[in-house]
């Protein structure tokens, strides 16, 4: 399995407070990705990254920043939490991008009360 | 721009067949098959770049119609341990993969 831990597992936090989700990675992979996953819409990206300090935007970004200083760590932000982002959240990377796979995380429980 | 997957659920015996459709309103760079279980992270299955092929392991393969923008996932003689959710990913911007939201194949003894 590739090595890939995200932390916290689970959290509870209250609406309008910051919270950072942490993704490291022991392969040593270029792209880096972060994606939640809510009934009825499947995986959607907020943020990715194709090298340390390069990021770009997904399709559901708003509210989220990411943060890339270090090959092996992906950070992402909620700058001020809102029961909207109540989502699982998982990591992914891959060697190559898209033309390789994704391999996931095991994923964050955020529930913002 | 997220793809269409049908149907959205599925439930076979054990050793029937399934296939599972997955299109795009845009053209595709790739496209990705995933399969998730109830609690866990997906797992990649295949993927299949552009130029139409078609690609296989063991009992599950996939094609893909550059022409069309789609893809199928086809499971041969499905077992027990092939239920779970299954998604695709599509590539029309490069480098980021949309994902459908998911068909769920229950497989019965």
């Known amino acids: 399995d590739a090595g890939i831990t995200q932390s916290p597992r689970h959290k509870v936090t209250e609406t309008g407070t910051p919270v950072t989700l942490r993704c490291h990675q022991t392969?040593?992979?270029?792209?880096m990705y972060w994606y939640r996953q809510d009934p009825g819409h499947g995986l959607r990206l907020i943020h990715y990254s194709y090298g340390v300090k390069d990021t770009d935007k997904g399709e559901v970004s708003d509210g989220y920043s990411v943060s890339r200083s270090k090959t092996e760590d992906f950070l992402l932000t909620l700058e001020s939490a809102t029961s909207s982002q109540t989502s699982v959240y998982f990591c992914?990377?891959?060697?190559?991008?898209?033309?390789?796979?994704?391999?996931f995380g095991n994923g964050t429980r955020l529930t913002v009360t | 721009q997220q793809p269409v997957q049908s149907p959205q659920a599925v439930i076979l015996r054990e050793g029937e067949d399934a296939v599972i459709n997955c299109s795009s309103s845009k053209a595709l760079y790739s496209v990705h098959w995933y399969r998730q279980k109830h609690g866990e992270a997906p797992v990649f299955l295949m993927i299949?770049?552009?130029?139409?092929e078609q690609k296989g392991h063991d009992k599950i393969s996939a094609s893909f119609n550059e022409k069309k923008q789609q893809s199928s996932l086809y499971l041969t003689a499905s077992q027990l341990s092939y239920s779970g959710t299954y998604f695709c990913?599509?590539?029309?911007?490069?480098?980021?993969?949309?994902f459908g939201t998911g068909t769920r194949l229950t497989i019965i003894p």
């Open positions: 992914a990377i891959s060697a190559t991008g898209t033309n390789s796979p994704l391999h």
């Open positions: 392969e040593n992979h270029r792209y």
């Open positions: 299949l770049l552009k130029g139409g």
């Open positions: 990913g599509t590539e029309i911007i490069r480098e980021k993969l949309t």
